[in-house]
T-cell receptor, first 113, second 113 residues
């Protein structure tokens, strides 16, 4: 079945540590996105990528980094510069053509130890 | 800065009743999406509204878009318990390929027997 796989489902970070969240899709989508969701709030865009080897900052990119070396993969690194990383992280993908909905993975819940 | 406001943020209703969720946004856009999220889960695409006057219906849910008023509505008819979830609207402001979504805060719907 085609879909978006995020791993791990739960992740714990120690102070000063970088952690990487995985996102893989087999939908043949060109565009991929990372969102952060805090309790009781909507989603906020961290980074997005329309094509391989290219990505743009979203609304809350500080303290995060991404890479897009393969069409299927868009990993997100939460760096130690992100002082409040505890949140639910959702990855999404879509076709590059306009008017197509984004499809979401099941998310990774990140907590601080 | 684009603002997307939903109201109400919390909605408790009885089975069988009708209600409307409102989504107002502050910039010009003719593309709006509605998503559903169950607790701790990912987002599921419900409706894609692509022009002024667009109306889409699926089961007990009907969504509409008025781009001149910058308003979308999600109408619930004869609510059932299975509709309990959080509903998000998202406005697309990407002018070229792909999409860039700004989400509302979400409306947490609880349908009581």
């Amino acid at each position: 079945d085609g879909g978006i796989t995020q791993s791990p489902k739960y992740l714990f970070r120690k102070e000063g540590q970088n952690v990487t969240l995985s996102c893989e899709q087999n939908l043949n989508h060109d565009a991929m996105y990372w969102y952060r969701q805090d309790p009781g709030q909507g989603l906020r865009l961290i980074y997005y990528s329309q094509i391989v080897n290219d990505f743009q900052k979203g609304d809350i990119a500080e303290g995060y980094s991404v890479s897009r070396e393969k069409k299927e993969s868009f990993p997100l690194t939460v760096t130690s510069a992100q002082k409040n990383p505890t949140a639910f992280y959702l990855c999404a993908s879509s076709m590059r053509t306009r008017n197509q909905p984004q499809h979401f993975g099941d998310g990774t819940r990140l907590s601080i130890l | 800065e684009l603002k997307v406001e939903q109201n109400p943020l919390f909605l408790s209703m009885q089975e069988g009743k009708n209600y409307t969720i409102y989504c107002n946004y502050s910039t010009t856009s003719d593309r709006l999406y509605w998503y559903r999220q169950d607790p701790g889960k990912s987002l599921e695409s419900l409706f894609v509204l692509l022009s002024n006057g667009a109306v889409k219906q699926e089961g007990r849910l009907m969504a509409s878009l008025d781009t001149k008023a910058r308003l979308s509505t999600l109408h619930i008819t004869a609510a059932v318990h299975d509709l309990s979830a959080t509903y998000f609207c998202a406005v697309d402001t990407q002018e070229t390929s792909g999409s860039r979504l700004t989400f509302g805060e979400g409306t947490q719907l609880t349908v009581n027997p």
